[in-house]
């Protein structure tokens, strides 16, 4: 079936650290969102994505459908960063990467 | 604009009784999902409404688990009757014709 596959699984950074995060996925890109968990549950919303390359302030992501990747960029982490992030593509998401920033 | 309302917020119940989740979704959005999250993983999808049709329900446990949406507007999952197993976060969300989707808060299920 398809996969979504999240690397690293877990991610640690002091504060004010860059990270990147990746999404492989085995199917063609459709609906390709990334998520940020908080810890108290909520799904909020990154990026809808199934191309190109997006910004949000200190947060971009970049797409490339031909070779089934997405990249999610994190700048100067900040502790509210905390928290599981996960792709999702054609409605599967993958098992997510946990991140703590610590001050 | 209100975003996608759940609730219950939180429900405990014991085992073989009966539990119903209810989703309103964002105004306009004409396609409603449910998922299911264990603890430690992704959102796994249980059914999509296109409308009133329910279009994708092949990981929906038919057996146990049921679904409507009769308007087209809000919708009910209900579990009968529930199992240890089932204890999980519920979520809700819903997108404009199968676009970007937008995320409720969830009802977290324990079954006792």
């Known amino acids: 079936g398809i996969q979504v596959e999240q690397s690293p699984p877990d991610l640690i950074l002091q504060e004010g650290a860059n990270s990147t995060l990746r999404c492989n996925f085995s199917d063609s890109v459709n609906n390709l969102q990334w998520f940020h968990q908080n810890p108290w549950g909520q799904l909020i919303n990154l990026f809808y994505i199934p191309s190109g390359t997006k910004q949000n302030g200190r947060l971009s992501a970049t797409t490339v459908a031909t070779e089934r990747y997405s990249l999610l960029y994190i700048s100067s982490s900040q502790t509210t960063d905390s928290g599981v992030y996960f792709c999702?593509?054609?409605?599967?998401f993958g098992t997510g990467t946990r991140l703590q920033v610590f001050p | 604009e209100a975003g996608v309302v759940q609730s219950p917020r939180y429900k405990i119940i014991e085992k073989k009784q009966p539990v119903a989740f209810w989703c309103n979704p964002i105004?306009?959005?004409?396609?409603l999902y449910w998922y299911l999250q264990n603890l430690g993983q992704g959102p796994e999808l249980l059914i999509r409404y296109e409308n009133e049709e329910a279009v994708d329900d092949s990981q929906l446990p038919k057996d146990r688990f049921s679904a409507e949406r009769l308007k087209g507007v809000d919708s009910t999952l209900k579990i009968q009757p529930a199992e240890l197993g089932d204890s999980a976060v519920y979520l809700c969300a819903s997108s404009f014709s199968s676009g970007e989707q937008y995320f409720g808060p969830g009802t977290r299920l324990t079954v006792t």
């Open positions: 105004s306009g959005h004409n396609t």
């Open positions: 999702a593509n054609k409605l599967i």
